[in-house]
């Protein structure tokens, strides 16, 4: 029903009821959005290989420093638990669209920064990170999600479109489940289909995870791949007996990237459930901390790479992969890189799955937690952009001995699990 959400859509107000100074800067050497097409910025992070390349040109290393706001946005929205901005707007045709600290959708006049329209869908939510824009022929959506729920609205006026989902907005939970559920960060588009992982919790109340595709015209669920795998799939054999019927987490929650022309889906996966204690889920737990390859249009699975067995250390994959090409031998390899929560890079030949950088396998510790059990190896990637081991500090004497003190306590041993006595 149209009023179990609260949806108002409102016109540009006065800026001196506003209380928010988010600021949204638009840059003077830009040219005007409207005036050229390879101005928009209609994807999240800019393109679906999520690259967040603009070819733009006009700002310099030279320029850059006479950059100047040419208009400040107001959201109007400040209040206690309720200030930060997390959106990453689109732009298109002239139009910058965006979400305020309470999702309250908005589009601007991209040169002039004035309010165009808003719209509310109250939902008591404020985590987002962008938005969707989806067209076919004259048909245009734009797409946002709050808490549980898809928001398809008009892009011409922010009215809700009534014939997608419950009058615009479709709940996303899957029938049967209850518990922490959201989604935070926008999917991919995909001709007709939205393609959304999830959000949940890190504990025992976890959801198991899924990835879903939508019809984007009306909401309609097109397919649903379970990366908590059922009992059918060849994963489920990864899992201890019966440790499935109460498995939660292994969900996409960081996005995810897509190749168009092979209409390959790569989704990176959550850690399973609970965090740190993995007594209840022996096994390597496919597809935990997994990079998976999945045909766009079916959900098919087509390759999958485990970087983290049995994660005991919520290494879940943090970030969405990114599509890039690499050079060998005078030849371009298409390849999908994917970092990782201890700063080491994965990189895979996007048709195989096979790693394009080397990959070598590390003893792991054992666990002193009695019942508890651990992967014997774990895959470590050759290329790493951060420290990969400690050094006691330098800074004093007294420093260098208390570090030295405190981590003597700690167990250090290579890929050390949780213990009582503490790890580093």
């Not at 922010?158 to 518990?179: H, I, K, Q």
């Amino acid at each position: 029903m149209r009023g179990c959400y609260n949806r108002r859509v409102s016109r540009p107000r006065s800026r001196a009821a506003l209380t928010c100074r988010l600021l949204l800067l638009a840059l003077l050497l830009l040219p005007a959005a409207a005036e050229a097409q390879e101005a928009d910025w209609r994807t999240y992070l800019g393109d679906p290989g999520r690259r967040h390349y603009s070819p733009l040109d006009d700002i310099t290393r030279d320029n850059v420093h006479r950059l100047q706001p040419a208009w400040r946005y107001d959201s109007g929205e400040l209040r206690d638990g309720v200030s930060l901005m997390y959106t990453s707007p689109l732009i298109v045709d002239g139009v910058l669209y965006g979400l305020s600290p309470r999702l309250v959708a908005f589009a601007l006049d991209a040169a002039t920064g004035e309010e165009l329209w808003r719209y509310d869908a109250d939902l008591g939510q404020t985590d987002q990170r962008g938005l969707m824009w989806w067209e076919s022929g004259a048909d245009r959506r734009l797409l946002y999600t709050a808490g549980r729920h898809l928001i398809a609205l008009d892009p011409a006026n922010g009215n809700p479109v009534e014939t997608f989902g419950d009058n615009g907005a479709l709940d996303l939970l899957p029938d049967g489940l209850s518990g922490p559920f959201s989604v935070t960060v926008p999917g991919i588009v995909f001709r007709e289909l939205i393609i959304l992982g999830f959000t949940t919790s890190e504990d025992r109340n976890a959801l198991p995870g899924s990835i879903s595709a939508y019809r984007a015209r009306d909401g309609a669920l097109v397919w649903r791949f379970h990366s908590i795998p059922r009992p059918n799939d060849v994963a489920a054999n990864t899992w201890a007996e019966g440790a499935l019927a109460s498995a939660g987490g292994a969900n996409t929650w960081t996005g995810m990237a897509l190749d168009v022309d092979r209409e390959l889906l790569f989704a990176p996966t959550g850690s399973a459930t609970p965090d740190f204690d993995g007594r209840t889920r022996q096994g390597s737990n496919l597809y935990a901390n997994t990079l998976l390859a999945l045909d766009v249009r079916t959900g098919i699975l087509r390759w999958h790479y485990q970087v983290v067995r049995h994660d005991l250390w919520d290494r879940d994959l943090p970030a969405p992969p990114t599509l890039v090409q690499l050079r060998r031998d005078g030849a371009s390899i298409d390849a999908v890189a994917m970092p990782t929560k201890s700063g080491q890079l994965f990189v895979f030949d996007r048709d195989t799955g096979d790693p394009l950088v080397e990959v070598t396998e590390a003893e792991a510790a054992q666990s002193r937690i009695l019942g508890e059990g651990v992967a014997p190896v774990q895959p470590q990637s050759a290329v790493a952009f951060t420290r990969q081991q400690f050094e006691l500090t330098t800074r004093s004497q007294e420093a260098r001995e208390f570090v030295g003190a405190v981590g003597s306590r700690l167990d250090q041993r290579p890929l050390a699990p949780p213990s009582i006595e503490g790890s580093l």
